[in-house]
């Protein structure tokens, strides 16, 4: 809802920017999309792994809690929290069409674009009439990308345990799928995984800042932490 409010002000559509930043990273988008729907299992894959932020997302919860590692998920929330509220002031002031809003989904066979920004809704949302949501809410977030802060996070605050490796593969089908199933520019992607990098980074410094002001440092976990083999710290 916040990502709708926010359109409201309609700053300038940015796409020629995003473009620009594509081309100058030597990233081809439609040379992209089309190279994945040639291939049914590809985009098979990455529309799969795209699929499974909201899974990724609870993952942490369980396993944090269930290993009693009350410092590791406050700085994940928190992490989640920042991201989220700096991808949508993010996106209100740089607001952008996908790059298949001047394409045909016609033109593809393979993939489905399930997580794209529905541009009627987007276009109608800029403009001055009232707006009423009769089915279901659709992403509004372009740049930067939160699939991508969440393909980022989840690895990152679960790099010390069994799952970081099949993590790191999912993910990789995830970040994938976010450019084809999302309809995302590639430098969205990029921006979501600096985005979410820097907000771990803040998030588990305020931590640290936090224990050292009360003078109690996480306490080790025991027989518990062996199950996905974290270190007690």
């Not at 089309?34 to 590809?42: E, F, I, N």
């Not at 909201?54 to 009350?70: E, G």
Request: with cysteine; net charge neutral.
């Amino acid at each position: 809802m916040a990502t709708y409010a926010t359109q409201r002000l309609d700053f300038p559509l940015r796409d020629d920017l995003f473009q620009d930043f594509d081309r100058a990273m030597g990233f081809d988008w439609m040379a992209y999309v089309t190279y994945v729907d040639a291939r049914p299992v590809l985009a098979t894959l990455t529309r799969w792994g795209y699929n499974t932020m909201s899974a990724q997302m609870a993952l942490p919860l369980i396993v944090f809690a269930y290993l009693s590692k009350h410092r590791e998920l406050r700085v994940y929330l928190a992490t989640i929290a920042m991201s989220l509220l700096g991808v949508i002031f993010i996106a209100m002031l740089l607001p952008a069409l996908p790059p298949l809003a001047h394409l045909a989904k016609g033109a593809f066979h393979n993939i489905r674009f399930s997580g794209i920004t529905p541009v009627n809704e987007l276009l109608r949302l800029r403009g001055s009439a009232p707006m009423l949501v009769d089915g279901d809410f659709g992403g509004m977030i372009n740049f930067p990308s939160f699939h991508a802060v969440v393909g980022i996070v989840i690895p990152m605050v679960l790099r010390r345990t069994k799952l970081f490796a099949p993590l790191v593969a999912v993910n990789i089908a995830l970040l994938s799928g976010t450019v084809t199933e999302g309809g995302h520019y590639f430098c969205d992607i990029v921006a979501g995984g600096v985005l979410g990098a820097l907000a771990y980074l803040v998030a588990d410094r305020l931590q640290r800042l936090e224990g050292s002001r009360r003078g109690t440092p996480d306490a080790p976990i025991a027989a518990t932490a062996l199950a996905l083999s974290i270190p007690a710290e």
